[in-house]
């Protein structure tokens, strides 16, 4: 099961851009890349899967790099709501553990 | 709201008793995992069920034991409770991909908050 490092925490603040890398080294090539957000006292919600290269939804966008041994969650003008934990995984058919590591807390400052 | 139903929503409960988590999954979703979150830690996972068998096990303690029933609801049991046992317990449920590809996303229920005194 692949092994992912992400900072502890990150502060930003209101409309800014905040960048989350994910290292994962030893990534599989069936596994896909996946970031959770959670709120306190709440379950995690899905926010964005990848493979390679980039992806982008409603809420972010994911950046790949062709080696896949990191990835770069992406929340383009943060709100003072975008506060929470922010966790990455990697996933794969074979791996079915759904782990989650120690995730990223995002500050938003007014 | 996730779709996946977790019961109760709190529990206070003395030490070295049996207490049950139940949790419904979204309709369809065979997949059901289990996940322990203490004050200020990490998800813990525990336990995953699949259609009713054990898929995959995390770090849980011969105290607890879980099952899927047929109608894919899930039930955690946790059993001669210490004050340490005292978390939230959080179920989650997907459609898992059959015989690899893609992955799919996971639905997590609001938790159930056990208080073990």
């Known amino acids: 099961l692949a092994k992912t490092t992400q900072p502890i925490s990150m502060d930003s603040y209101e409309g800014q851009e905040v960048n989350i890398t994910c290292s994962h080294n030893?990534?599989?090539?069936?596994?896909?890349i996946t970031w959770y957000q959670q709120f306190p006292s709440q379950g995690p919600r899905f926010i964005i899967q990848g493979y390679k290269t980039k992806v982008t939804n409603e809420v972010a966008s994911l950046f790949i790099p062709a080696d896949r041994k990191s990835s770069t969650l992406s929340l383009p003008r943060v709100s003072l709501s975008d506060t929470a934990v922010y966790y990455c995984?990697?996933?794969?058919?074979?791996?079915?553990?759904?782990?989650f590591g120690g995730g990223t807390r995002v500050l938003v400052k007014p | 709201d996730s779709g996946v139903t977790q019961t109760p929503k709190h529990l206070i409960t003395a030490t070295g008793q049996r207490v049950t988590l139940r949790c419904s999954p979204r309709s369809g979703d065979l997949s059901v995992y289990w996940y322990q979150q203490s004050l200020d830690q990490g998800l813990q996972f525990l336990i995953q069920?699949?259609?009713?068998?054990?898929?995959a096990k995390g770090n849980i303690l011969e105290r607890f034991s879980a099952q899927q029933f047929p109608d894919l609801h899930s039930e955690l049991n946790l059993s001669s409770l210490e004050l340490g046992d005292s978390a939230l317990y959080f179920c989650?449920?997907?459609?898992?991909?059959?015989?690899?590809?893609?992955?799919?996303?996971?639905?997590f229920g609001q938790g159930t908050r056990l208080t073990v005194v």
């Open positions: 030893n990534i599989a090539t069936n596994d896909y």
């Open positions: 989650a449920s997907s459609v898992e991909a059959q015989g690899g590809g893609v992955n799919t996303e996971a639905f």
């Open positions: 995984l990697v996933f794969g058919a074979a791996g079915n553990k759904l782990t």
């Open positions: 069920y699949y259609n009713g068998e054990e898929r």
